[in-house]
């Protein structure tokens, strides 16, 4: 993935780790939180 690539080249060595589980962080969160706001505008809307 492209956005891997840009943490491991914008980030120095010892604090690599630490951005790619902050990428890893919001990637999942988005995933749960895109869900139940999903939900929410299906129950909203009608759909």
């Known amino acids: ?3 891997q690539e840009f943490v491991l080249n ?3 060595t010892k604090r690599r ?3 790619l589980s902050h990428l890893t962080a ?3 969160a988005g995933s749960i939180c895109g ?3 999903g939900a929410m505008l ?3 809307i009608g759909l």
Request: aromatic share 6%; net charge positive.
């Open 17 to 19: 780790a630490k951005g």
């Open 1 to 3: 993935m492209s956005i």
């Open 10 to 12: 914008s980030t120095d």
């Open 35 to 37: 869900c139940a706001i």
């Open 26 to 28: 919001g990637i999942f």
């Open 42 to 44: 299906a129950q909203r």
